[in-house]
């Protein structure tokens, strides 16, 4: 199997501030999947990544693949109070005789006003 | 709406008293997961059923059973809860098996064992 390592486990950052988290694989990820969390709820899906090198954005939200497929990153712009909860990653595993996925550790995100 | 529903939001048992935590979805998935997530950690996945087929996690514990009576309706039964047992169990499906599906998660039974 593999583990995805994500990094920071926590960011404080000022309304309006960036605020960007990693993942990190030591082998080639086919795909990668991103949640959020709120504090108190479920993990919520945001997007997959599955190409070499690609971008994709929702709003203020910026997500890579990179090209060796083995890292990604969430970047948010001008973050808002509403962006508060965990961020998760996620990537294949094998599991016996099938892959799953697997979450990384998650980054905390708190937005002060 | 389509949703996955878990029941009930907050039990507390006993420390050895088994419990039940049920999941239901309108989604019409064919794959539901358990999941557990202690406090400020990631979801580990306890063990998944695709269709009627039943897969295990290779360190999930023994005292962890699951039960899929039919499509909609999924159980966890923890036969010999323990201190450390204590964790939101989150109900999770996907359309279909392997990584490439987004799961859905439900509320999540948020149990104590005292």
């Known amino acids: 199997g593999q583990q995805v390592m994500q990094i920071p486990q926590y960011q404080h950052v000022q309304e309006g501030e960036d605020f960007t988290t990693y993942c990190n694989s030591s082998?080639?990820?086919?795909?990668i999947q991103w949640y959020k969390q709120r504090p108190g709820g479920h993990p919520v899906f945001l997007i997959q990544?599955?190409?070499?090198?690609e971008v994709k954005k929702q709003k203020r939200l910026t997500f890579q693949f990179g090209e060796a497929k083995k890292n990604s990153s969430l970047h948010i712009t001008a973050t808002q109070t509403t962006d508060v909860g965990t961020y998760f990653c996620?990537?294949?595993?094998?599991?016996?005789?099938?892959?799953?996925?697997?979450f990384g550790s998650g980054t905390q995100l708190t937005v002060l006003p | 709406d389509a949703m996955v529903i878990q029941n009930p939001r907050y039990q507390v048992t006993q420390f050895g008293k088994p419990v039940t935590l049920s999941c239901s979805q309108t989604?019409?998935?064919?794959?539901m997961y358990w999941y557990q997530q202690k406090s400020s950690q990631a979801p580990k996945l306890l063990f998944h059923?695709?269709?009627?087929?039943?897969?295990n996690e290779a360190d999930t514990p023994d005292n962890f059973q699951s039960r899929r009576p039919n499509t909609s309706f999924c159980f966890l039964d923890i036969r010999s809860p323990g201190l450390g047992d204590t964790a939101m169990y989150l109900c999770?499906?996907?359309?279909?098996?392997?990584?490439?599906?987004?799961?859905?998660f439900g509320n999540g039974t948020r149990l104590t064992v005292t």
């Open positions: 996620a990537g294949p595993y094998s599991s016996g005789s099938a892959r799953q996925l697997t």
């Open positions: 059923y695709y269709d009627k087929d039943f897969n």
């Open positions: 082998t080639t990820l086919s795909n």
């Open positions: 989604l019409n998935h064919n794959v």
């Open positions: 999770a499906t996907s359309r279909v098996t392997g990584v490439y599906s987004p799961l859905h």
């Open positions: 990544l599955v190409k070499s090198g």
